[in-house]
């Protein structure tokens, strides 16, 4: 309870750690992805397990539900990424063309495309329908750790090993900032809800607030 700090459940049946958890939308389920190869879905209020996906045959490494929440995406070390059907557990597609690990997914608002980022430095964008991949955007120079979309769905935040930040336009591909300052990798990026700011976490400790237009780092965290 955020309120309180109180737990108010503990959801077991994971074999191996837990890399990645994720609620829907509506706050009713919650999918966790594991180094046992599967992700589970769970229902909040009871918190039993509803199903548990099996077809990765490596770490999964992160899971995120669509807007809507009848879809997950989740991207494992076995490099292809699952396209899952929230209420029957199955696989609706497999998105293959990374040659290393999937760090990191994540569905843009619309549900409509996935950006995908991966130990092999690039961005991948596909088509959630064809499951095609529309766009790869290259420019990072080790592990892309963290992939995000704005909420507009226009751009694309990108954090890597490489202490760097990158702001890529989803339509051209093209990257239109690299943000510098961080002393270590970037585990993770996200916009703000307006789309004007990114926050950033490093492996030193620190979070970073970017102003999204000029690239400019507004405060550091510590």
């Given at each position: 309870?955020?309120?309180?700090?109180?737990?108010?459940?503990?959801?077991?049946?994971?074999?191996?750690?837990?890399?990645?958890?994720?609620?829907?939308?509506?706050?009713?389920?919650?999918?966790?992805?594991?180094?046992?190869?599967?992700?589970?879905?769970?229902?909040?209020?009871?918190?039993?397990?509803?199903?548990?996906?099996?077809?990765?045959?490596?770490?999964?490494?992160?899971?995120?539900?669509?807007?809507?929440?009848?879809?997950?995406?989740?991207?494992?070390?076995?490099?292809?990424?699952?396209?899952?059907?929230v209420r029957s557990g199955q696989c609706e597609?497999?998105?293959?063309?990374?040659?290393?690990?999937?760090?990191?997914?994540?569905?843009?608002?619309?549900?409509?495309?996935?950006?995908?980022?991966?130990?092999?430095?690039?961005?991948?964008?596909?088509?959630?329908?064809?499951?095609?991949?529309?766009?790869?955007?290259?420019?990072?120079?080790?592990?892309?750790?963290?992939?995000?979309?704005?909420?507009?769905?226009?751009?694309?935040?990108?954090g890597s090993n490489v202490k760097t930040i990158?702001?890529?336009?989803?339509?051209?591909?093209?990257?239109?900032?690299?943000?510098?300052?961080?002393?270590?990798?970037?585990?993770?990026?996200?916009?703000?809800?307006?789309?004007?700011?990114?926050?950033?976490?490093?492996?030193?400790?620190?979070?970073r607030i970017w102003d999204v237009r000029s690239?400019?780092?507004?405060?550091?965290?510590?």
């Amino acid at each position: 309870d955020v309120r309180s700090g109180q737990c108010q459940n503990t959801l077991k049946g994971h074999d191996r750690d837990v890399n990645s958890v994720v609620f829907s939308s509506d706050g009713a389920k919650i999918a966790s992805g594991s180094r046992d190869e599967t992700i589970r879905i769970w229902d909040v209020r009871s918190g039993q397990c509803e199903n548990t996906l099996k077809g990765h045959v490596d770490n999964v490494i992160s899971v995120v539900f669509s807007s809507d929440g009848t879809k997950i995406a989740s991207g494992s070390n076995d490099n292809p990424i699952r396209i899952w059907d929230v209420r029957s557990g199955q696989c609706e597609n497999t998105l293959k063309g990374h040659d290393s690990s999937v760090m990191s997914v994540v569905f843009s608002s619309d549900g409509t495309k996935i950006a995908s980022g991966s130990g092999d430095q690039t961005i991948r964008i596909w088509d959630v329908r064809s499951g095609q991949c529309e766009n790869t955007l290259k420019g990072h120079d080790s592990y892309v750790r963290s992939v995000v979309f704005s909420s507009d769905g226009t751009k694309i935040a990108s954090g890597s090993n490489v202490k760097t930040i990158r702001i890529w336009d989803v339509r051209s591909g093209q990257c239109e900032n690299t943000l510098k300052g961080h002393d270590s990798s970037v585990m993770s990026v996200v916009f703000s809800s307006d789309g004007t700011k990114i926050a950033s976490g490093s492996n030193v400790k620190t979070i970073r607030i970017w102003d999204v237009r000029s690239g400019q780092c507004e405060n550091t965290l510590k």
